[in-house]
């Protein structure tokens, strides 16, 4: 049953329109994460959701109750920022305690929730300190307990670990999936980060230009994007334009427009109209020229190529284009070998053409 429901959210800045139409159904004690690139729509999402910014038209709805003309104060959502807004000149304790304060919360029971917050969070030793003399990561912990203690129906993020260095956004992000999972609440979460998204998230929403282009599991997303700007986006490289031949042996057969065959697996869905083929670079075998005559085969030569650390990644010339192909590190190809790329019919994606 769905806890959270955005109806037919229509957002605009002035006259630039930034949302369409756009629906979304969040499960109770979900974490779902709005994911995409600068300017897709995605913060604009969560400041309707908060009631920061009034929608054009649509409906925002918490467990079937009308949100959408309800003033931010009155929705008992818990809101953490991109930049923490923690005040200053409050000491750790008086910054968790504030939310509470505002709600008329009896004394006794704003000390006991806030110090039970502060063991919670790993800050019990810091309650008296000053806020602006803490790291990122201690001002995240504060601005994250802030937002839990007053039991809230719903938690947004907005991008809140982009301040932080890559290590301590690794450990930050478990700790706030930890916590979401102890205390149950329905979650969503801002990012550009699919790393980060990705591994905190029990669902995506890859939104592209104010409409969502993809709503499914993380894992889902990354191995059958449902278009190809999902697949560009989540790191698909290769793309090949296809027509069907028909199944055998339990795989669809394709074939490129200079001849060259493929195969893929049934359980995928053949698309409408033109097909397109999607693999991403560390799913090319590369190896010796060598042709066997097998589907998937591709002559080429290499072109370019990079150091990544735990091996080479390649620009290859074919003809069927240049593509981009990953290798080991053990015997790398040089600038102008011929090469054979076989691409396996498993980590071939169908995709109808944008």
């Known amino acids: 049953m769905p806890t959270l429901e955005l109806r037919k959210i229509c957002a605009s800045y ?32 969560l400041r309707v959701v908060a009631g920061f910014l009034r929608a054009d038209s649509g409906g925002v709805l918490l467990d079937g109750e009308d949100y959408t003309r309800r003033p931010p104060n009155r929705r ?10 923690l005040f200053p000149h409050l000491n750790v304790f008086d910054n968790v305690a504030f939310g509470l304060r505002q709600r008329k919360v009896a004394r006794e029971e704003v000390r006991r929730r806030v110090d039970e ?33 007053i039991k809230p129906d719903l938690l947004l993020f907005d991008e809140p670990l982009s301040n932080l260095d890559a290590k301590l956004r690794v450990k930050m992000r478990v700790e706030i999936r930890r916590l979401q999972q102890e205390f149950k609440i329905t979650t969503l979460y801002v990012t550009h980060d699919q790393e980060e998204c990705f591994s905190i998230s029990d669902k995506v929403t890859v939104m592209n230009d104010g409409v969502i282009e993809q709503f499914d599991r993380p894992e889902h997303i990354f191995s059958q994007p449902a278009s190809p700007f999902v697949a560009r986006f989540v790191g698909f490289e290769n793309f090949f334009q296809l027509r069907h031949q028909g199944m ?34 560390e799913a090319i075998a590369l190896g010796p020229a060598a042709r066997t005559g097998q589907a998937g085969e591709i002559a080429g030569s290499i072109a370019f190529r990079t150091y990544l650390g735990r091996g080479y990644q390649y620009i290859v010339q074919t003809a069927l284009g240049d593509l981009t192909v990953n290798g080991e590190d ?14 396996p019919p498993d980590r071939m994606v169908l995709l109808g053409d944008a």
């Open 14 to 45: 002035g006259d630039n329109r930034i949302l369409t139409d756009l629906d979304l159904e969040v499960a109770d004690g979900d974490f779902v994460s709005l994911l995409g690139e600068s300017g897709c729509g995605k913060t604009t999402t």
């Open 76 to 85: 008992g959502f818990g809101y953490v920022f991109q930049s923490y807004a």
């Open 117 to 149: 917050m502060l063991e919670v969070v790993g800050l019990a030793a810091l309650r008296d300190r000053l806020s602006k003399s803490l790291s990122g990561g201690q001002k995240q912990r504060v601005a994250l307990a802030r937002a839990l203690v």
């Open 248 to 281: 055998s042996d339990g795989r669809h057969q394709l074939v490129a427009a200079d001849g060259t065959k493929f195969e893929a697996p049934d359980r995928q869905t053949i698309p409408g109209g033109r097909l397109l083929g999607a693999v991403r670079p």
């Open 330 to 343: 053990q015997q790398p190809f040089a600038t102008g070998d011929t090469v054979t790329l076989r691409v």
